[in-house]
């Protein structure tokens, strides 16, 4: 069977992962644990667990590493697998541990848990109208009930064990506000925030996996899209003090809270911002970096570039102390309206060029750079008159050259991978296609993707012959000269802007009510039935994405 293909469900995730690696390296670890037991040494010793992931980490990759490649926890790099003792911190451009040692943090982004995102679990629209829909049919109790036990079992310490197994060393974790305070009850935090929080950062902590904390919502919306859950098409977050304020205030709180924890890497003040006038953006970074210094003067900020986290060159030449400078690079050719990805040596070089535009500030201030999420989504039926298995491997490929291009920097490139787990479209992990959750909700995710009503990587050849004419009569009746006049255009063409309006929010929110009537009369156990459906080992692992990662994750550079 082809990794690229759809293959069958794995019932036991880490069996499955583990019988990839090599029986010399596990048949090592177990006669290690043998002679410890005989040494009346016990095995269940959490450091000691550690350090045997951490050889077993290294027999794992031993097989795999390229010429000049280097191991993890020998020099000077250090991969996370062995339990953080001190505090991360900049140094020029490179980040390192309380030694000195340099680490370089490969990881992913766990999209859709403490932020869930339509095309990550299947619903449409924004978060809270989700939430909103389920408890008018289901009620309160059963809805608050059906997204608890989602939570608890999208992400567990097996799953912290699993990308620990891949030799990743990282999470970034998108946290969305509404967990910590309520819009009616602005500025008094809710415990309940916390304690999702630190169920997963704890799962991490056990295996060796620095945590990024990072605020992917903000009170009224810091970009313009679906995933920072405002429900409109405006950041009404830089047009308010009162919003901003209540960021500070939440910050403060979960710098108090986290402060001396050596497995939180640092804390993410906003996920792509895109604030209009350039401004208002430079004045809450500095104003949020004192905010959370006055608390927790140790722990490093990933600094967001504005307009979806591209653009650094209303930036001050001089770098927040001890700041990580965060860009995001998604190629287009990763998706299904951006054309292929052949290696032609002409898209090699946009993909450089691409990325040196966004980092060019980093390199000028000498500070580390963070590529806080990229990577292409993936198909599972013809797509552009190309086979799946033909889009995918376009796809891996892209993939391979963009870490090739993170590789050859002449600094560090730290990143993480967009997303973790989903419904098959993007995930390193993704819910079976024969899961109750799947097999209720497939004909309501056909409709919405039919019908193009989720941006991310959406094909609109269905709805073109609707859509196009209508487009063509909104570019007659504004002025030319307008049509790139609201921001963030150029990046959005006037076409994408009444998407997003039209598309994206008012048709999903109505379609987001027919969804939420799947769940119609659905029991207690029904539901923890369709929740579990996100359960590692009820899910199925992308090998051939796993492959790729775990092959990067071992190298530091390509140019020593």
Not at 61 to 68: E, F, S
Not at 195 to 210: F, N, Q, S, T
Not at 257 to 268: E, I
């Amino acid at each position: 069977m082809s990794p690229l293909a759809n293959s069958g469900p794995s019932r036991n995730v880490g069996l499955s992962v583990r019988s990839e690696l090599s029986y010399d390296r596990r048949s090592f670890v177990l006669q290690l644990k043998g002679i410890l037991k005989t040494l009346h040494v016990s095995t269940s010793n959490s450091r000691l667990q550690n350090h045997l992931l951490f050889f077993e980490n290294i027999f794992c990759t031993l097989g795999t590493m390229a010429p000049g490649a280097i191991v993890p926890g020998v020099s000077s790099f250090r991969i996370g697998q062995l339990q953080a003792k001190s505090i991360l911190r900049t140094s020029g451009p490179s980040i390192v541990d309380g030694d000195g040692r340099r680490v370089i943090l490969k990881g992913v982004g766990l999209g859709g848990h403490l932020n869930l995102e339509n095309f990550i679990t299947g619903f449409t629209g924004h978060e809270h109208e989700h939430r909103e829909a389920l408890g008018a049919v289901l009620g309160k109790a059963k809805a608050d009930f059906y997204f608890d036990r989602l939570l608890d079992y999208f992400f567990t310490e097996r799953d912290a064990e699993f990308l620990a197994s891949l030799g990743l060393n990282s999470i970034r974790i998108p946290i969305n506000y509404r967990h910590f305070e309520d819009d009616m009850n602005p500025g008094v935090i809710k415990p309940e925030g916390f304690r999702l929080l630190d169920r997963v950062i704890d799962a991490c902590a056990k295996h060796g996996l620095y945590v990024i904390i990072d605020l992917h919502t903000a009170p009224g919306g810091q970009n313009q899209d679906w995933h920072c859950d405002s429900g409109i098409t405006k950041a009404l977050f830089w047009k308010f003090k009162h919003f901003q304020d209540r960021v500070v205030n939440l910050w403060v709180e979960i710098a108090k809270h986290y402060r001396g924890n050596p497995t939180v890497a640092g804390y993410n003040p906003l996920n792509e911002p895109a604030d209009p006038e350039h401004t208002n953006l430079v004045a809450f970074y500095n104003r949020i970096e004192k905010a959370i210094r006055s608390v927790d003067p140790d722990h490093m900020l990933f600094i967001d570039g504005n307009t979806y986290s591209m653009d650094f060159t209303h930036f001050p030449e001089e770098p927040l102390p001890n700041a990580v400078y965060a860009c995001h690079d998604y190629a287009s050719y990763g998706f299904p309206r951006g054309g292929t990805y052949t290696g032609t040596a002409e898209q090699k070089a946009k993909l450089r060029s691409s990325f040196e535009r966004k980092v060019k500030f980093m390199r000028a201030a000498n500070v580390p750079i963070y590529n806080g999420e990229f990577g292409p989504v993936y198909a599972s039926a013809e797509e552009n008159g190309m086979s799946a298995q033909e889009v995918n491997e376009c796809r891996i490929a892209l993939l391979r050259e963009q870490l090739s291009v993170y590789r050859e920097s002449e600094t560090d490139v730290h990143w993480s991978i967009w997303t973790y787990k989903d419904i098959n479209y993007q995930g390193m992990v993704y819910t079976d296609v024969t899961s109750p959750y799947m097999k209720l909700l497939e004909p309501f995710i056909q409709k919405k993707k039919d019908l193009s009503a989720d941006f991310w990587g959406s094909n609109d050849d269905k709805v073109k012959h609707v859509f196009e004419p209508f487009f063509e009569a909104i570019k007659e009746w504004v002025p030319k000269h307008l049509h790139n006049k609201k921001y963030p255009s150029p990046l959005w063409t006037i076409e994408r802007q009444f998407e997003r309006v039209i598309r994206e929010t008012l048709l999903s929110e109505y379609l987001g009510l027919e969804m939420a009537e799947y769940f119609m009369d659905k029991s207690e156990d029904e539901l923890d039935e369709l929740a579990a459906s996100f359960k590692l080992e009820n899910c199925r692992v992308r090998d051939s994405l796993n492959a790729v990662l775990r092959e990067d994750a071992v190298v530091l550079r390509t140019k020593a």
